[in-house]
C-alpha cells in the first residue's frame, strides 16, 4: 500500500495504491471497469445503480449510497451522484467527479486505475491506483481522508483477488 497527498492552493490532492497479487491487470480491469458496480467492490458503498446515460461512457451518472456520512452523522445514508468523465480501456482507468452529494464534499474529481505492478510481475500482479484532486471534505482531515481511500482500496484488492480464487493477499507482504 503506497499513498502520496499534497495541499495545493485549489485543495486536497492525493494518491492511493493497493497492490492485488496473481492477477494481471486485464483479469482485475474486466472485474472493475463497470461504472456502475463499485457497491460489488467497495464495502461501505451498498447500493450503486445508473442514474442517467450508458453505463461506461462519458456523461454516464451514477448513484452511490451506502451507511457512512462523516460530514453529518445524523443522516442514515451518504449518497453520492458521480459523472463519468473519460475513459480510458487501453490504460484500463476511469475518470469521474461527485456532482452531487451529502458527504461534505465539494470539487472532487478522481482517476481509478489498473496498472502493471513491477513489485510482483513474477505473480503477474497488479495494483489499483486512485487518485483525486479535491476541495477540503467537511467532516475530515486530508489525512484521515487518504487513509480512508487507502482503506477502499484495499478492500477493493481483495475483493478482485477472492473473486478470482487467490485468496485475500496482505499489502506489506
Request: charged share 25%; aromatic share 10%.
Amino acid at each position: 500500500m503506497e499513498s502520496t497527498m499534497a495541499q495545493s492552493k485549489s485543495g486536497w490532492e492525493g494518491r492511493v495504491t493497493a497492490r492485488i497479487r496473481a492477477a494481471t491487470p486485464e483479469q482485475a480491469w474486466s472485474l472493475l471497469k463497470g461504472f456502475c458496480s463499485l457497491h460489488r467492490w467497495v464495502p461501505s458503498v451498498r447500493t450503486c445503480h445508473k442514474l442517467e446515460g450508458v453505463d461506461g461512457e462519458p456523461g454516464c451518472v451514477r448513484y452511490c449510497g451506502g451507511p457512512l456520512n462523516r460530514s453529518d452523522p445524523t443522516q442514515p445514508t451518504g449518497w453520492s451522484k458521480e459523472r463519468l468523465l473519460a475513459v480510458d480501456p487501453a490504460g484500463r482507468s476511469y475518470t469521474y467527479e461527485i456532482v452531487e452529494t451529502n458527504k461534505g464534499f465539494g470539487r472532487y474529481r478522481a482517476t481509478f486505475a489498473v496498472a502493471p505492478d513491477p513489485g510482483c510481475a513474477a505473480e503477474g500482479g497488479c495494483c489499483l491506483v486512485w487518485s483525486f484532486a479535491a476541495d477540503p471534505v467537511k467532516g475530515w482531515t486530508q489525512q484521515e481522508f487518504v487513509a480512508y481511500l487507502e482503506k477502499l482500496a484495499q478492500g477493493v484488492a481483495e475483493r478482485v483477488e477472492a473473486e478470482i480464487g487467490l485468496g485475500v493477499a496482505s499489502a506489506d507482504e
